[in-house]
């Protein structure tokens, strides 16, 4: 199940990121070793009250504003609070109530989303109390006095929010319908995709980069299923005016893979694929997702009998971080193999939620071991002693050992290895937990 989307929304230098950056902690997602994840602190993974969700900082809205990097910061903003399932709308005291805050707040309404006002700067609750009043007039609800920089008032806040959560989970689990992000750079071709499948031309589809503005949610039926498809628009190349442009167009990307349960990455056959598939690839890939990496426009390569091979190879080298994902060969004009994109999905759908037995898995640990034993350090031999399945999308497995310090990323991606030759993962990442058992408590 994806987690729920909080956008943090307001005016500049309301102390967005500041409350982000504690909100977030240090359970920000960062892969060691992985190319091309991106690093950007603009979304974070993080939980309260047993909920896991995503937390994303808009930037600063102006809401009048004819300055056009101001503009674009208040469409990505916009953007978010589409996607978003629950707003926190934050506030600042020592400012007061301004003209702009209102009409952030005239925004919001539209939105119809799920709204908490947060007043922030309140560095002394009994002291500034009084200060929050004149936030009743923006007419969403009660303010909320926090302060982001000395870390108060933030467990109510967050209780407040969470409580949205159990109606977003509820409306989520009504639609079993599976949910598939087309994503990829601007100008490859995602809704032209779409239109080609759908037959009919219900996205704009231009050679303008970035003429898709929102992410659109299309219901389609192949083969008598239904899913639903998340169009996207792409990720810039970055150039000195579009930096912090481009920020927040990964907002984007990170809104429509979390809601999905599948991720298409389309990539230009005749470009080649660069630096930012692989960022969006990675976004996918930190959050678990099942992924199919779409070649598009292959009709337009020369090709002989060893292009496939080579462009594969190429792919996986720069893409090393996700050895499983599928690849295909595809091209939305002429509708080449198109169809066997939904194969690829099934496939990837039915990986992710797969579930081994125990008594498998366990059977399949011993014969790893016996064929390549556990490492020792300083004459201290790891113990593995039990391996079972936790949960699917992603398929998480909990490894028992005597020391978690011994248990090297090398010999847990050799089991890992040993998983996927035995059960068909294609398609999807695997996820591992070690957890410490001694020797007396260890299970037999």
Do not use: C
């Not at 925004?107 to 200060?131: E, G, T, Y």
């Not at 630096?275 to 990675?282: F, L, V, Y």
């Not at 990837?348 to 016996?370: C, D, F, S, W, Y």
């Not at 556990?374 to 790891?382: S, V």
């Amino acid at each position: 199940m994806s987690k729920p989307i909080l956008a943090i929304v307001g005016r500049p230098n309301v102390g967005k990121s500041t409350l982000f950056n504690v909100l977030a902690g240090e359970n920000i997602s960062i892969v060691k070793d992985t190319p091309g994840v991106t690093r950007d602190r603009i979304y974070a993974e993080t939980n309260w009250g047993g909920y896991d969700f995503t937390l994303i900082d808009t930037g600063g809205i102006e809401p009048e504003s004819n300055d056009i990097l101001l503009k674009q910061m208040r469409e990505q903003a916009g953007i978010a609070i589409d996607t978003a399932d629950v707003i926190l709308f934050l506030v600042d005291a020592k400012d007061g109530l301004v003209d702009a805050d209102s009409k952030v707040a005239d925004m919001l309404r539209r939105s119809k989303k799920p709204v908490v006002l947060a007043v922030n700067k309140i560095d002394d609750f009994h002291k500034h109390q009084a200060d929050i009043y004149e936030f009743y007039a923006l007419g969403l609800g009660d303010p909320l006095p926090i302060s982001a920089a000395n870390r108060q008032g933030l467990g109510d806040m967050l209780d407040e929010i969470t409580r949205y959560f159990e109606v977003t989970e509820a409306d989520r689990e009504e639609d079993s319908r599976p949910r598939v992000a087309i994503v990829g750079r601007p100008n490859v071709g995602k809704s032209s995709i779409i239109n080609k499948l759908l037959g009919e031309s219900r996205l704009i589809v231009s050679d303008i980069a970035g003429t898709t503005r929102d992410a659109i949610d299309t219901p389609i039926r192949r083969n008598g299923k239904e899913y639903i498809l998340i169009d996207t628009a792409g990720l810039r190349r970055k150039s000195r005016i579009k930096e912090e442009i481009e920020r927040y167009s990964i907002i984007r990307t990170v809104t429509a893979v979390e809601r999905a349960d599948v991720v298409v990455v389309v990539i230009d056959a005749v470009e080649g694929i660069a630096e930012q598939d692989a960022k969006i690839a990675g976004i996918a890939h930190d959050r678990g997702k099942g992924i199919v990496v779409a070649v598009n426009k292959w009709d337009a390569v020369d090709k002989d009998t060893h292009t496939v091979r080579e462009y594969s190879d190429k792919v996986r080298q720069i893409l090393s971080y996700m050895p499983y994902a599928e690849i295909l060969f595809i091209s939305a004009v002429s509708g080449q193999r198109l169809p066997k994109l939904f194969d690829a999905v099934d496939l990837v759908l039915e990986n992710q939620n797969r579930r081994i037995a125990t008594g498998l898995l366990n059977q399949l640990l011993t014969e790893a071991m016996a064929l390549n034993a556990p490492p020792t350090d300083k004459g201290k031999r790891l113990r593995v002693y039990y391996i079972t399945q936790a949960q699917t999308a992603p398929p998480t497995f909990i490894i028992f050992v005597n020391d978690k310090k011994l248990m090297h990323f090398s010999y847990v991606r050799y089991i890992e290895n040993k998983i996927r030759e035995s059960f068909d993962f294609r398609g999807t990442s695997l996820k591992f937990i070690i957890r410490e058992r001694n020797e007396k408590n260890a299970p037999v």
